[in-house]
C-alpha cells in the first residue's frame, strides 16, 4: 500500500525532523547522565544544555528573559496544567474557562469543583469560533482568580484573542493563563506584550519534539504552590521542597531526552525561517483542504468560513455517516490518518451539536504535509461521500 498519509499533526507531530531524531541519539549516547551543577564534565554539560533550553524557550514564548529559572520543564501540558491549576486556586476560589478547554483543563477544574470548594464557569465561544473578551469580562466575579483559555482550539483550530483577554484579566486583576499546546511551534506568542501570566506547552506537537517533555512559564510576580515534592539535585538537607524557581515545580529527574529534543527542533524550527513561515507552509495548505471539502456535498466543516486567525486543523462531518466511520474508511480504505471523535473536549462537541453523531473527523496539517497529500484527503472524502450518498439512498427506498 501507498505511504501513509499522517494528518494527525494536531495529536503529535510526526515525523520530528531528521536532525531532531540524531541529536537526540547523539546526545544520549554522549552525554546521557543526570544534569548537575556541581558535578563530573557531563553532568555539566548535560545542565548546561537544560539552562540554556530555559533562555532559549522564555525568549521564544516573549517571557521575561531576566527571569528564564521561571520556565520550569515536565512531562507534557496536562501536567504543567495540572500544577498551575492546582497549585493557584483554593477553597472559595473562582475560576473562568471556556468550552475550547481540553480535558486536561476541565478535569483538574472539575475535580477542584467536586471536591476541594473551587466555583468555575466555562464560557462559550461564539458561532466563528472564538471567545470574545467580553464574554470572559462578564463571568468574572469578586473571586476569580484565575482565567484560563485554550490558546488554539484543537478541534476547531480557531486562534482566540488572547492579547484583548490579557487586558480584560489585568483590568479586573485577575491572572491569566493559556494552553499553548497547539500554538506553540505554530504562531508567535509574546507574553509580556498579551499580558499572559502564566503558560503551559507540551514538546511533541508544533514544537517538534519528542513525548514526555513540556513545561510551564510562570512570569516572576505570580506564585504557583507547589502540589508535589521530592528531589531537586540542590540543598539536600532541606526537609521541604525547594521554593525557589525551578525547582519549586520541577521533580525529580528531567527528561533529559525530551530536552535534547526540544533543543534541537528550536534549530530546525530557527532553520525554516522561524514559526510565521512554517505556518505560512500549513495554511496554505489549510486553505486547499477546505475549499477543496467545500466543494463536496454532504460535508460539514466547522469555524473555518475565514482562515484568519486560525490553525491548520480542520474538523468535518459527513452527512450519513459517524465520524469513527469515516475515520475507518480514511485509514483502511486511503491510508490517511486522522483523528476521530471527541479529542478530548467535550464541551466544544456539545456547543456545536456533534455528541450525537460521536464527534468529528479531525485534519490537522503539519510542516511536511504536502500538496499531494491534501489533494488524496480531498478525493478520499470525496468517495466517501459518495458512498453515504448512496447508503441514505437505498436505506430509503
Ligand atoms: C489544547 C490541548 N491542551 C492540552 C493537551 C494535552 O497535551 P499533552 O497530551 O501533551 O499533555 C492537548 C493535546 O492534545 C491539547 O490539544
Not at 24 to 35: E, T, W
Not at 76 to 85: C, Q
Not at 182 to 210: E, R, W
Not at 273 to 285: K, S
Request: a negative charge; charged letters at 20%.
Amino acid at each position: 500500500m501507498d505511504e501513509l498519509i499522517y494528518l494527525d499533526n494536531a495529536a503529535t507531530s510526526w515525523p520530528k525532523p531528521d536532525r531532531v531524531y540524531k541529536f537526540m541519539i547523539d546526545f544520549y549516547r554522549g552525554c546521557g547522565v543526570n544534569p548537575g551543577r556541581s558535578g563530573f564534565d557531563k553532568a555539566i554539560e548535560a545542565g548546561n544544555i537544560l539552562e540554556d533550553l530555559r533562555k532559549r524557550l522564555t525568549r521564544f514564548f516573549g517571557g521575561d528573559e531576566s527571569a528564564p529559572q521561571r520556565l520550569c520543564f515536565g512531562y507534557n501540558a496536562t501536567d504543567a496544567l495540572n500544577l498551575i491549576i492546582q497549585g493557584l486556586l483554593s477553597s472559595g476560589d473562582h475560576v473562568v474557562a471556556t468550552n475550547l478547554e481540553h480535558n486536561s483543563v476541565i478535569r483538574p477544574i472539575n475535580h477542584l469543583v467536586r471536591d476541594s470548594g473551587v466555583e468555575a464557569t466555562f464560557v462559550p465561544f461564539n458561532a466563528d469560533g472564538f471567545v470574545e473578551p467580553e464574554a470572559i469580562a462578564a463571568a468574572i466575579r469578586p473571586n476569580t482568580r484565575l482565567v484560563i483559555v485554550n490558546h488554539g482550539s484543537n478541534v476547531l483550530g480557531t486562534v482566540q484573542p488572547v492579547a484583548a483577554i490579557g487586558r480584560v484579566c489585568r483590568d479586573h486583576g485577575v491572572l491569566f493563563a493559556i494552553d499553548a499546546s497547539q500554538t506553540a511551534g505554530h504562531i508567535p506568542i509574546d507574553m509580556l506584550a498579551m499580558n499572559i501570566d502564566v503558560l503551559a506547552f507540551t514538546g511533541h506537537k508544533g514544537l517538534m519534539g519528542s513525548t514526555g517533555i513540556g513545561g510551564l512559564y510562570v512570569r516572576p510576580h505570580v506564585d504557583i504552590r507547589h502540589t508535589r515534592a521530592g528531589g531537586t539535585g540542590v540543598r539536600s538537607a532541606y526537609p521541604y521542597h525547594l521554593d525557589e524557581y525551578p525547582y519549586r515545580l520541577e521533580f525529580g529527574t528531567p527528561n533529559m531526552v525530551g530536552i535534547a529534543s526540544l533543543w534541537e527542533a528550536q534549530n530546525w524550527i530557527d532553520e525554516q525561517g522561524g514559526v510565521t513561515a512554517i505556518h505560512a507552509h500549513e495554511m496554505e495548505l489549510t486553505k486547499k483542504l477546505v475549499d477543496g471539502l467545500g466543494e463536496i456535498e454532504g460535508v460539514t466543516t466547522y469555524c473555518c468560513r475565514s482562515l484568519q486567525n486560525h490553525l491548520s486543523t480542520v474538523t468535518m462531518n459527513v452527512e450519513g455517516f459517524d465520524a469513527a466511520d469515516v475515520g475507518i474508511m480514511l485509514d483502511v480504505d486511503f491510508n490517511i490518518a486522522t483523528r476521530t471523535g471527541l479529542h478530548c473536549a467535550p464541551l466544544v462537541h456539545e456547543q456545536i451539536g456533534t455528541m450525537k453523531i460521536h464527534g468529528g473527523v479531525r485534519f490537522a496539517i503539519g510542516p511536511f504535509n504536502t500538496e499531494a497529500h491534501i489533494d488524496a484527503a480531498i478525493a478520499a472524502v470525496d468517495e466517501i461521500a459518495v458512498r453515504a450518498h448512496d447508503r441514505m439512498m437505498s436505506s430509503s427506498k
